[in-house]
């Protein structure tokens, strides 16, 4: 990149321009698993539970499927949702400040529906944006569902 353009970049960065991701990283904003076990495996494959940036919070995605036993999808669902509520209150938010959430399924007509249900406990209107998406597998086996959300940080 010529000079010209680097210290275009610079002035634009300073600005507030684009985007600051290494402040964003800071890691006082980076949320990790408290579970031992799972900050081990986040840490070994490389991502954080969420990132405050500013008024935003992302958060990873949290896989959802059934536990050894169950047939029904619903509580596997739930434990996603709750494990979300409980990520979101760690940043300072709730269901209520989520602003976006992204679904990949698995099997997406066999499942939205059962999906839905769960998530319209926890999720009131006036909505979110919402796009479910479906997909031929994730990366933990059992898992049926992976839910990806983006929240506004509450300003107290």
Known sequence: MPLKQVAGAIT???AGL?????????PANVLMPENTEARAFQEAVGYATAVIAGDTIYLSGV???P???????????????AHIAATLARAGAS?????D???FHTDLAAHIDGFAAVKNRHVK??????????VSRLYEPAAVV???????????
């Open 12 to 14: 634009i960065f300073a």
């Open 18 to 26: 684009l985007p600051a991701t290494a402040i964003a990283r800071d």
């Open 63 to 65: 896989v959802a499927g």
């Open 67 to 81: 536990a050894k036993g169950e047939s029904d999808l619903a509580p596997g669902y739930e434990r996603a949702f």
């Open 95 to 99: 269901w209520d400040d989520v602003v």
């Open 101 to 103: 959430i992204t679904t």
């Open 125 to 134: 209107a006036p909505f979110p944006a919402w796009t479910a998406i479906g």
């Open 146 to 156: 992976e839910i990806k959300v983006v929240a506004r940080a509450v300003k107290k």
